[in-house]
């Protein structure tokens, strides 16, 4: 076996990442990536992952020739193209745009939890904006309802880049947002979770502080 070529700068908590290491596992490449876990948040930076990511923001991958590739939609497409099974994104297509905005809508609402996070837990308290929280939640409320009501069949129907990102953001709010008590409203896309939860993919990589 040879040694890692690329080294993702990674938290074990970030969805982001997980999309990731997720999709490195699903396409057989774990062992060519080193994982260089960091403590980051908006306001404790990291000198070294800021350097060719301006944003310092995780994922990032720094490439064989130094190089750094950002954000986690960059990365993700760039290992599906380094490996030679299925892809998980598609090249090309109608079928390649629907997957990638089913993604999207799976950032975005990995994006209003993050954000609820980081409102909740990392500014101070006497500072906090409930209306800036209600909005963020609402986002994830609207997104979570549009994939139950609109999208579970085409979700449901392989597992790749846009169940990724789907899997990911639901994992994430169970493990931030315990109480948020989505599976009420949205029994199927919770049946669909329970079953892609059990992939080797998705047990390796659950998140942890
Ligand atoms: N659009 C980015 C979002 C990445 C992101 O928000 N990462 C968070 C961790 S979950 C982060 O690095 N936060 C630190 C910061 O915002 O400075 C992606 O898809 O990679």
Not at 97 to 108: G, N, V
Not at 189 to 194: G, K, M, Q, R, S
């Amino acid at each position: 076996m040879s040694a890692p070529s690329m080294m993702l700068f990674h938290s074990p908590a970030s969805p982001f990442v997980r999309k990731v290491m997720v999709l490195l596992h699903e396409t057989g490449q774990t062992d060519r990536v080193a994982v260089h876990s960091i403590n980051l948040s908006p306001v404790s930076p990291d000198a070294e992952l800021n350097q060719g990511n301006p944003a310092g923001k995780i994922p990032a991958l720094r490439l064989e020739d130094g190089s750094v590739l950002h954000d986690s939609r960059v990365i993700c497409e760039y290992l599906d193209l380094q490996h030679v099974g299925n892809p998980l994104i598609p090249r090309e297509g109608s079928a390649r745009w629907r997957r990638l905005t089913l993604a999207s809508l799976a950032d975005a609402i990995m994006d209003a939890a993050v954000n609820t996070r980081y409102e909740t837990f990392l500014r101070p308290e006497d500072k906090r904006w409930d209306r800036w929280i209600d909005a963020q939640l609402d986002k994830v409320r609207r997104g979570l309802a549009s994939l139950e009501q609109e999208h579970i069949a085409e979700l449901a129907s392989t597992f790749d880049i846009a169940a990724i990102g789907v899997a990911c953001a639901l994992g994430y709010i169970d493990f931030r947002m315990p109480d948020f008590a989505w599976r009420e409203q949205q029994p199927k896309l919770a049946a669909w979770y329970a079953q892609v939860s059990q992939r080797p993919s998705m047990q390796a990589t659950a998140p942890s502080v």
